[in-house]
Structure formats: structure tokens, C-alpha cells
């Protein structure tokens, strides 16, 4: 049993309060996921950059890391001016105009033990083990600004409990998977994945359906055709909340068994596997309130 919560802003008034609301709805998810959270958050601007904007990098050391020499290091590797925003003494965001590849092929050289949890021209991805309240407190994501954000609270069923496998998992620039649910023939997907070139890094069976979507998406499919396709070769029950840099996607299996509830107002989008972490949104009594049907796919485009 997990929980997953989601906002998609369409009032731009609204963005300085995005983390505040994200974090709410988070916490009130917590009986449904106690060992570990995570977050997404999709912003226009990470602030004053000494650098042309380029890919922002989520990075985690599970034994911490000195984040300005990694800085220096990588600038050196690459060539490209990087800037550091520490978020604590274990995860950094790191900015570059370097060539993705050539950015995340250099954190391999000259960072081995660093963990790259999300990247993207948008996204900004935190997850770590404990309770939400306790992971937003420590990372200030009620101070975070933007116009879109995913999070998960996680009771792990078919993994460990580290940060590695907690979510979201973020494969691809501004893709990023949240998943309440379990995925019954996740090992033969992986493995058609692996003969096709494509690695996993956990043993979790979410991250099987976040390669699935990034492969398909690389192929130039919608994501919408990246769902559906998730949903022909992948059996289980399961409840997703997918977001690219423009747009925010949810879709449950064939039978719904896993809990969802989405919200609509003029302001914005909001989803949850529950509606008590939804009730304090602002305009929330006046909102659109319904269940996602099975196979249905709802998507909202920026």
C-alpha cells in the first residue's frame, strides 16, 4: 500500500504555494506509506543561475559528498560552467549546459557514488527514507515555487526500503513515475527491456513501467501511446500518476482496484489516492470531484 498525490496549476498565482500544498497533501498520506517519500517539482526558473539555463540534475549520496568540488570536478570534465544548489549534506541540484549524455557519463567518471534521481530542463526530484513530513521539512519543499508536482509515500511490498527504490522514478528528462500498486510479470517486462538495451538500477517493479514509458516516449509515441502501452503489456493493479515537463497524466488497470481521486477547478488539477489529502486545497468545496475510471487515461496539458 502506497500513497501518491499530485498538482497541476493552471493559476499561476498559485506557484509560490505549490510546495506548501504538495507537502500537505503528502502528509496526509502517511498511514498509507510510512518508509520512505518522495517529490517531483516542475518550475520555470530554479533562480539566479550563473550559467545559460540549461539541464538541472538531482543528485543523492547516500554517504554525502562535498557538492561544490563535484561541481568543479564536472565543469572540468565537461567543459560547461555547473552551478551547485546544496539541498542538504546528501542531495544537491546541479545546473549545466553541458550535452545531457556528456553530463551524466561524467557523474559516473568522477562521481561513482552519486546517484542521479532525476534531471530535466523543469524537474527537480528529492526522495529519501522516513516520513513525508519529516523528508519535506529537511529539504524546505514547503518553500518550493512551481506550476506542477508529483509525490509518493511508499510501504514497500517488492523491495527494499532504501531511497534508491522509493519514487518517483525520474528515467528521463522531466519524466517522472509515481505508483501505488504492484505489477505481477514486472521481471519478463524487465528483462524484454534489458534485451532491448534498456537497464534497470533498482529491483522494483515501478521502475520497470517508468523504462517502459521513457523507451516508448524516446520512439516518439504520446504519452498517452506510452500508457496504453503500459497498460497492454503490464498485468497487475496499479494506480500511476505520470508527469512530463508540459503535462500530468493518471491511469489505473483494468479492474481499479488501487484507490484514486481527482479534483478540478479553475485553478488546477489535483490528484490523490485518497480525498482526505485533497480537502485542503483552496476551492476545493466548489471543485470537480470523480474517480478515474478503469483504462481511462486523464490527461492535462500546460
Request: glycine share 8%.
Amino acid at each position: 500500500m502506497c500513497g501518491i498525490v499530485g498538482l497541476h496549476l493552471k493559476n499561476p498565482d498559485l506557484q509560490p504555494r505549490l510546495g506548501e500544498l504538495l507537502t500537505v497533501m503528502l502528509e496526509a498520506m502517511t498511514t498509507r506509506g510510512p518508509d520512505s517519500a518522495g517529490i517531483a517539482v516542475y518550475a520555470d526558473t530554479a533562480g539566479p543561475s550563473a550559467v545559460a539555463p540549461g539541464m538541472r540534475y538531482s543528485l543523492r549520496s547516500d554517504t554525502g559528498a562535498d557538492w561544490e568540488l563535484a561541481g568543479k570536478a564536472l565543469a572540468a570534465d565537461t567543459g560547461s560552467e555547473v552551478t551547485v544548489r546544496q539541498l542538504a549534506p546528501d542531495s544537491a541540484v546541479l545546473e549545466s549546459p553541458a550535452d545531457e549524455a556528456v553530463f551524466l557519463a561524467a557523474v559516473r567518471r568522477a562521481a561513482p557514488a552519486v546517484t542521479v534521481v532525476g534531471y530535466g530542463r523543469a524537474m527537480v526530484v528529492v526522495k529519501d527514507v522516513g516520513a513525508p513530513a519529516d523528508i519535506c521539512a529537511r529539504y524546505g519543499i514547503p518553500g518550493w515555487s512551481g506550476y506542477q508536482g508529483s509525490g509518493h509515500t511508499r510501504m514497500a511490498t517488492e523491495s527494499a526500503v532504501t531511497t534508491a527504490h522509493s519514487h518517483p522514478f525520474a528515467p528521463a528528462a522531466d519524466l517522472a513515475l509515481v505508483h501505488n500498486g504492484s505489477f505481477s510479470n514486472y521481471a519478463t517486462v524487465r528483462r524484454r527491456l534489458a534485451r532491448a538495451g534498456v537497464y534497470c538500477d533498482t529491483d522494483n517493479d515501478s521502475e520497470v513501467a517508468a523504462r517502459l514509458i521513457a523507451t516508448r516516449l524516446a520512439d516518439g509515441d504520446s504519452l498517452e501511446d506510452a500508457l496504453r502501452t503500459v497498460l497492454k503489456e503490464m498485468d497487475g493493479f496499479f494506480t500511476l500518476l505520470v508527469t512530463t515537463r508540459t503535462q500530468f497524466a493518471v491511469v489505473r488497470d483494468s479492474f481499479a482496484c488501487k484507490p484514486a481521486v481527482i479534483a478540478q477547478t479553475s485553478d488546477y488539477v489535483a490528484m490523490a489516492s485518497e480525498y482526505h489529502a485533497l480537502a485542503g486545497l483552496p476551492g476545493i468545496a466548489s471543485a470537480d470531484v470523480f474517480e478515474p475510471m478503469p483504462e481511462e487515461i486523464h490527461l492535462w496539458s500546460r
